[in-house]
């Protein structure tokens, strides 16, 4: 397994603005998930784009993924105060386990 | 629909104390199941996980252990508690055998060591 590495650490915007988190690997991987976690809960799965697709949407999210670049981008659009919380992106190449990063803390300010 | 439990939900423990944090899961069989912990304002560290029963690896060597007596049964146990063991302890299942394992996690249990 390997770690992503999630930038920047912290992100403040208003809310109607949108977010752009990055998140960069080192090695090849089969898939790159998204996940969210709200202040003192469990982390929720938002979205997984396999390592053949290069865009993934799902509602107001929007995922790329740079396989070259080792690199992928969770984009938030539209944001709302509701979408405050922690966003860690996990690379997988093993399958077995996820190894998650230390987040963007994503603040949007009503 | 699958459930995942994980009780209980704060504990205030003193040093040296013994420590047993329980996760199960509900609506699937032979689930892959992990044990995380977070420290306060950090990412997640991946403690144990386990691809059946009493099949368990662990990942970051400690004064932890872990146990899976069933199924669908995930125990976090330590003997002497420390001070750095304080932290907010997730447990997640993920499908096994398949190519593509999201994680679902627990509601996690904070553990703060005096």
């Known amino acids: 397994s390997q770690q992503g590495e999630e930038d920047p650490q912290a992100l403040s915007i208003q809310e109607g603005e949108n977010a752009t988190m990055n998140c960069s690997y080192k090695?090849?991987?089969?898939?790159l998930q998204w996940y969210r976690q709200n202040s003192g809960r469990g982390l929720v799965h938002l979205i997984l784009?396999?390592?053949?697709?290069r865009e993934k949407h799902s509602g107001r999210l929007r995922v790329t993924l740079d396989t070259s670049k080792k690199s992928s981008s969770l984009l938030i659009t539209a944001s709302r105060a509701a979408d405050t919380a922690s966003y860690f992106c996990?690379?997988?190449?093993?399958?077995?386990?996820?190894?998650f990063g230390g987040g963007t803390r994503l603040m949007v300010k009503p | 629909s699958q459930t995942i439990h994980q009780w209980p939900a704060t504990l205030v423990q003193p040093v040296g104390s013994p420590l047993s944090l329980e996760c199960t899961v509900e609506?699937?069989?032979?689930?892959?199941l992990y044990w995380y912990r977070q420290a306060a304002g950090r990412g997640l560290q991946l403690l144990f996980y386990?691809?059946?029963?009493?099949?368990i690896s662990s990942e970051v060597p400690q004064n932890l252990s872990a146990s899976r007596p069933q199924d669908r049964q995930f125990i976090l146990s330590s003997k002497k508690l420390l001070l750095s063991d304080s932290g907010f302890y997730l447990c997640?299942?993920?499908?096994?055998?398949?190519?593509?394992?999201?994680?679902?996690f627990g509601p996690g249990t904070r553990l703060t060591v005096l």
């Open positions: 997640a299942w993920s499908v096994g055998g398949g190519v593509y394992y999201t994680q679902y």
């Open positions: 090695t090849s991987i089969n898939n």
């Open positions: 784009i396999r390592s053949n697709e």
């Open positions: 996990a690379p997988d190449n093993a399958g077995n386990m996820l190894t």
């Open positions: 609506g699937t069989s032979n689930p892959n």
């Open positions: 386990s691809i059946g029963i009493d099949q």
